[in-house]
């Protein structure tokens, strides 16, 4: 039996398929096969069954929806976790938790009981949330939030969006604001700078407790408000020729002596010089604010002198244009005249960097602002891979790296608080938690 033991072994996968089908196709007897391979029958019969075995699964009906996918041990704690769940992922109501428990688990559970696993959950989340060391936090994004007309303090940490700050107030004051940032300085607090947008009681409160932190400007609020006065304009201009036609359909309905004695045809004649002044002012403040936000504002741009420069340019075109029939190119005028200086810090902060940068690798400062500038072209366009050749025969093998290194600066240099105003949109999810645990709430949501 030896030698027919050796030569099954050393039958290779296709052979042994190739019996498996054979016996199973029963077009040879079985001592025919085994004769043919100088096997054994029983070897036969084994690759007859692994056919037959390999058929059968192939063939196999699909999982059905009630076959069991797994078994889970379901304990108190386990249905605390999923009350928790239930609430801060799915946003349910407690009414809806015990409906659920009691529609899919068969367990009774009260309201009340809910609302202390909650309360419980709060007063843990406050105890964590007051043991964070705040001392890695580089720069800080502050805002002023609005629930239920109530002013919320609320501060993220612009690297990890970490919000270390979440308080439901009854004034955003100066003093209100330097309370709690002490709290949070009480847990190791202290960046390198702060960004808000112009509240007057934030800026306060900051410099009261925090008078060698600069509080640079917000520029996502001032641009959506230049935004604003352009798009107000340009509906106005929209609703122009419908005034003029309303104006002329009067006068139309109207006859010539009247048409005299009332002067509709110079009332007309004005009217269509106010709406051509009107589209001429309507693309100047466009003009004006695409330059704002490309040239001025955008974070790959030129060195901060320059930008005041341009930055001081806009403000006055914006004077020249003002008018007592459009008030809200005034107020923006203002708005920005008064916020330039902590609008543009940013960019001092960027010249820093990119200053570091040529100090690291050796070359002029110029050569490494190209290479930033080449990050505002789309890398799409012809332009950006023409630029991107030029800048890399000039810095040769230095190039790679130092493209590198801008586009870190470039990210880890925040200009605005938008954050906040995203977590202000994800908060509103969770309002009806306001109702039934009050204020605390935050502290759950600051956890979690």
């Not at 504002?297 to 030129?302: I, R």
């Not at 230095?398 to 586009?407: D, P, T």
Request: charged share 25%; proline share 3%; hydrophobic share 40%.
């Amino acid at each position: 039996m030896t030698p027919a033991l050796s030569i099954a072994a050393s039958l290779s996968p296709d052979i042994r398929q190739d019996i498996g089908i054979q016996v199973l196709s029963r077009s040879q007897p079985i001592s025919h096969i085994a004769a043919t391979h100088q096997v054994s029958r029983k070897f036969i019969y084994q690759q007859g069954d692994k056919a037959q075995q390999a058929l059968d699964e192939s063939f196999a009906p699909s999982q059905g929806d009630d076959d069991v996918l797994f078994h889970l041990p379901v304990t108190k704690h386990w249905l605390f976790h999923l009350i928790l769940g239930l609430v801060l992922i799915c946003h349910s109501s407690y009414r809806g938790v015990v409906e659920l428990l009691r529609a899919l688990f068969d367990t009774s559970i009260s309201i009340g009981t809910v609302h202390n696993r909650l309360q419980a959950t709060v007063e843990k989340a406050a105890e964590v949330n007051q043991s964070q060391d705040l001392s890695g936090i580089t720069v800080g994004l502050h805002d002023e939030i609005f629930h239920a007309d109530k002013p919320v303090l609320v501060g993220v940490d612009a690297a990890s969006t970490y919000c270390y700050l979440l308080e439901s107030v009854e004034r955003r004051d100066e003093n209100t604001w330097g309370y709690y940032l002490l709290d949070v300085m009480a847990q190791g607090f202290e960046p390198d700078y702060t960004i808000a947008d112009g509240g007057s009681g934030l800026r306060a409160g900051q410099k009261a407790v925090m008078p060698e932190t600069p509080c640079h400007g917000d520029v996502f609020h001032i641009q959506q408000q230049f935004e604003q006065v352009a798009n107000s304009l340009i509906r106005r201009v929209q609703g122009g020729p419908a005034r003029l036609l309303e104006q002329a359909q009067r006068m139309a309905n109207t006859s010539l002596k009247e048409i005299v004695e009332q002067k509709l045809l110079s009332q007309q004649v004005l009217a269509e010089r106010r709406e051509q002044a009107l589209i001429a002012l309507a693309q100047d403040v466009k003009t004006l604010l695409g330059w704002f936000c490309h040239d001025v504002m955008a974070l790959a741009g030129p060195p901060l002198a320059v930008r005041q420069e341009l930055f001081d340019f806009i403000v006055s075109e914006l004077k020249q244009r003002e008018d007592e029939r459009y008030p809200a190119i005034r107020k923006l005028r203002k708005a920005l005249r008064n916020q330039r200086d902590q609008l543009l810090a940013f960019a001092g902060v960027l010249d820093q960097k990119l200053s570091d940068i040529a100090r690291d690798f050796h070359l002029s400062l110029q050569a490494v602002r190209d290479v930033c500038l080449l990050h505002r072209k789309h890398k799409t366009s012809n332009v950006y891979w023409q630029r991107w050749n030029q800048l890399h025969s000039q810095l040769s093998d230095k190039f790679h790296n130092v493209m590198e290194a801008v586009g870190k600066v470039l990210e880890e240099t925040p200009r605005d608080s938008s954050m906040v105003e995203n977590l202000n949109s994800r908060l509103r999810n969770y309002f009806f938690l306001r109702r039934s645990l009050g204020d605390n709430y935050l502290s759950l949501l600051r956890f979690s």
